[in-house]
């Protein structure tokens, strides 16, 4: 079983700038890749980015690249998101995620994602 944890959401200006935090217990943490999800008003759940088990492999949306990082600090079983450059586009609750058992490489596909945080409210104002 794996408990997340997210933290640092809030309300900023376009922009501005946030780092979200997901704090991890239950499982070896730095065994499992790690992916960030979000889900805006009204829409469904989306890929924002991913990172494998070392921190040596990314992925980002085609509407985050450029703006966001992902990063993960093992020793402290945390992930991070920075986010710079936020656009209102961006106000969604987001939420971190740790695939299933077996699946070790970075993935995009929220259905290979088994365990999930409770989410971070990001708001972006215009």
């Known amino acids: 079983q794996v408990q997340l944890v997210e933290s640092g959401g809030g309300l900023v200006q376009a922009g501005g700038s946030l780092r979200l935090s997901c704090a991890a217990s239950?499982?070896?943490?730095?065994?499992?890749?790690m992916g960030w999800f979000r889900q805006p008003p009204g829409k469904e759940r989306e890929f924002v980015a991913a990172?494998?088990?070392?921190?040596?492999?990314?992925s980002y949306a085609d509407s985050v690249k450029g703006r966001f990082s992902i990063s993960r600090d093992n020793a402290n079983d945390t992930v991070y998101l920075q986010m710079n450059s936020l656009k209102p586009e961006d106000t969604a609750v987001y939420s971190c995620?740790?695939?299933?058992?077996?699946?070790?490489?970075?993935?995009?596909?929220?259905?290979?994602?088994?365990?999930w945080g409770q989410g971070t409210q990001v708001t972006v104002s215009s």
């Open positions: 995620a740790v695939p299933g058992p077996g699946i070790v490489a970075v993935t995009t596909n929220p259905n290979w994602y088994k365990y």
């Open positions: 239950g499982r070896t943490f730095s065994r499992y890749p």
């Open positions: 990172i494998n088990w070392s921190g040596g492999s990314t």
